[in-house]
């Protein structure tokens, strides 16, 4: 495998571009060297690529901003940022946007070969010339409804309509926030189904430009349109006798929805450039965190393809609402991640998971695994601590300490009285980011009535 996988290497100090394209090219790897950002971005237009290796810092555009352009085109591309030990935090950072790897300087080759080995044997494809019979047969990677971590009701719920709707071949609309794991619940639904030694087959609708879709979807021929230089086997086609997710339905344009709502209906889809109808057997789960019945209302969404998607609705509500799973979240990707980076970590002290459970993840599960994934890196202890964890999550806990504050247990009334007064007035000073005039507004007393009690309590 490893003669045909290709590797485009991105570093702008030719003595380490060469040495480690010599190195990867003797250990059989197809390597194309490019020593800026804008000419790797010209060659990989041209040309197929496997993997991207880049260096984090360059001259002109950065590994950061090179792997962004090429996921504009390819958002599936996988990548690993080459850091100094200053870039950490920032390669760290980018890996929300998936698939993205990174190796400290001075690079641990052995490391390396792992991460790249990693790709090869998943078997990422993104060559268009591959035929279905290569895409990757996911259900080996798809965790089943039975292992998804969790332990609220609110996911016990999720999971039990998750697992009576996987049996049959109704249509799914998963709603919810970002970062929910949406994508997860939807590959549980064909891992559990009798579709799952089919593929799995994903189109991310956010990640596409309006002029890619019907290509995306359905395929082109030929010569169908200025640029398509050989034929193109679209989604949809890749997934018959399997699963299409479609991730973030709500932004497929108007113009696309009536062919989509076609192949729903009817089981049919033609290729840009051809007039050959082709029957596919496609079970269609599609997901968003968009109110489709407001586009609806705006004339934005289709009304009868809305009602073809949601035969099923599945809600998935924000981990701020499940806060039981937090724990074992935790604990499944502390030991995910310490496994992966190779160290020795036993746990988290009660302190911080303290902190995590009280925290309210505007990011959701994926700014939970985030989270988890930079304490691992970053600690030097056999737990992770509270020096570990990043630091609005810190003040953002000191905040909901505060406004959750009780001061109501029985005791003295004027001490009382005057704590219920100190707190009523941080939690106005916090709402209003610290604005005294607005403060006194909520508290409904003059700001010179509100300067003295600031000082009266010290609550500068």
Same mark, same amino acid.
């Given at each position: 495998?490893?003669?045909?996988? +290709?590797?485009?290497?991105?570093?702008? #100090?030719?003595?380490?571009?060469?040495?480690?394209?010599?190195?990867?090219?003797?250990?059989?790897?197809?390597?194309?060297?490019?020593?800026?950002?804008?000419?790797?971005?010209?060659?990989?237009?041209?040309?197929?690529?496997?993997?991207?290796?880049?260096?984090?810092?360059?001259?002109?555009?950065?590994?950061?901003?090179?792997?962004?352009?090429?996921?504009?085109?390819?958002?599936?591309?996988?990548?690993?940022?080459?850091?100094?030990?200053?870039?950490?935090?920032?390669?760290?950072?980018?890996?929300?946007?998936?698939?993205?790897?990174?190796?400290? =300087?001075?690079?641990?080759?052995?490391?390396?070969?792992?991460?790249?080995?990693?790709? #090869?044997?998943?078997?990422?494809?993104?060559?268009?010339?591959?035929?279905?019979?290569?895409?990757?047969?996911?259900?080996?990677?798809?965790?089943?409804?039975?292992? $998804?971590?969790?332990?609220?009701?609110?996911?016990?719920?999720?999971?039990?309509?998750?697992?009576?709707?996987?049996?049959?071949?109704?249509?799914?609309?998963?709603?919810?926030?970002?970062?929910?794991?949406?994508?997860?619940?939807? =590959?549980?639904?064909?891992?559990?189904?009798?579709?799952?030694?089919?593929?799995? $087959?994903? *189109?991310?609708?956010?990640?596409?430009?309006?002029?890619?879709?019907?290509?995306?979807?359905?395929?082109?021929?030929?010569?169908?349109?200025?640029?398509?230089?050989?034929?193109?086997?679209?989604?949809?086609?890749?997934?018959?006798?399997?699963?299409?997710?479609?991730?973030?339905?709500?932004?497929?344009?108007?113009?696309?929805? *009536?062919?989509?709502?076609?192949?729903?209906?009817?089981?049919?889809?033609?290729?840009?450039?051809?007039?050959?109808?082709?029957?596919?057997?496609?079970?269609?789960?599609?997901?968003?965190?968009?109110?489709?019945?407001?586009?609806?209302?705006?004339?934005?969404?289709?009304?009868?393809?809305?009602?073809?998607?949601?035969?099923?609705?599945?809600?998935?509500?924000?981990?701020?609402?499940?806060?039981?799973?937090?724990?074992?979240?935790?604990?499944?990707?502390?030991?995910?991640?310490?496994?992966?980076?190779?160290?020795?970590?036993?746990?988290?002290?009660?302190?911080?998971?303290?902190?995590?459970? =009280?925290?309210?993840?505007?990011?959701?599960?994926?700014?939970?695994?985030?989270?988890?994934?930079?304490?691992?890196?970053?600690?030097?202890?056999?737990?992770?601590?509270?020096?570990?964890?990043?630091?609005?999550?810190?003040?953002?806990? +000191?905040?909901?300490? $505060?406004?959750?504050?009780?001061?109501?247990?029985?005791?003295?009334?004027?001490?009382?009285?005057?704590?219920?007064?100190?707190?009523?007035?941080?939690?106005?000073?916090?709402? @209003?980011?610290?604005?005294?005039?607005?403060?006194?507004?909520?508290?409904?007393?003059?700001?010179? @009535?509100?300067?003295?009690? $600031?000082?009266?309590?010290?609550? +500068?």
């Amino acid at each position: 495998m490893a003669n045909t996988f +290709k590797i485009l290497l991105v570093d702008d #100090e030719e003595a380490q571009r060469e040495t480690l394209g010599g190195y990867l090219s003797k250990k059989g790897y197809y390597v194309k060297k490019s020593p800026n950002a804008e000419e790797a971005f010209d060659e990989f237009t041209k040309n197929s690529f496997d993997l991207i290796i880049s260096d984090f810092k360059m001259p002109g555009k950065n590994g950061e901003e090179l792997i962004m352009d090429i996921r504009n085109i390819n958002p599936e591309i996988p990548a690993i940022l080459i850091t100094a030990f200053g870039e950490i935090q920032d390669a760290v950072r980018i890996m929300k946007f998936g698939a993205i790897d990174y190796i400290q =300087k001075p690079i641990d080759l052995i490391h390396l070969i792992n991460i790249i080995n990693k790709y #090869e044997e998943q078997s990422i494809i993104f060559d268009e010339n591959k035929s279905i019979n290569e895409v990757i047969n996911n259900n080996q990677n798809i965790e089943s409804i039975s292992n $998804i971590i969790y332990g609220s009701d609110e996911m016990k719920n999720v999971l039990n309509i998750a697992s009576r709707v996987a049996l049959s071949k109704a249509s799914v609309l998963i709603r919810g926030e970002s970062g929910t794991g949406k994508e997860l619940i939807a =590959k549980a639904i064909h891992s559990s189904s009798k579709r799952n030694t089919k593929p799995f $087959i994903v *189109v991310n609708c956010a990640a596409l430009p309006e002029t890619l879709f019907e290509s995306e979807l359905f395929g082109h021929e030929k010569g169908a349109f200025t640029g398509a230089v050989k034929e193109r086997i679209g989604k949809f086609e890749r997934a018959d006798k399997g699963t299409l997710f479609i991730d973030e339905v709500g932004d497929i344009p108007l113009t696309i929805q *009536v062919k989509l709502l076609r192949a729903l209906q009817f089981g049919e889809i033609e290729r840009l450039g051809s007039e050959k109808t082709m029957r596919l057997d496609v079970r269609v789960i599609s997901a968003t965190n968009r109110n489709l019945e407001d586009m609806i209302a705006n004339g934005e969404f289709r009304e009868d393809l809305f009602f073809r998607l949601n035969v099923v609705t599945i809600n998935l509500p924000p981990l701020r609402q499940r806060k039981k799973d937090i724990k074992p979240l935790v604990h499944y990707y502390i030991d995910k991640y310490s496994k992966l980076y190779e160290k020795n970590i036993d746990g988290i002290d009660n302190q911080s998971l303290d902190k995590m459970i =009280k925290y309210n993840y505007p990011g959701n599960i994926r700014e939970l695994e985030n989270i988890v994934q930079r304490a691992v890196v970053l600690t030097r202890d056999r737990h992770i601590s509270i020096k570990d964890l990043p630091i609005e999550m810190i003040e953002s806990s +000191k905040k909901q300490s $505060i406004m959750n504050e009780d001061c109501f247990e029985i005791g003295d009334l004027n001490s009382k009285v005057e704590h219920l007064e100190s707190v009523l007035i941080k939690k106005a000073l916090l709402l @209003t980011e610290g604005n005294q005039t607005k403060a006194a507004e909520l508290l409904n007393i003059s700001e010179r @009535t509100l300067r003295y009690k $600031i000082n009266k309590y010290e609550l +500068k």
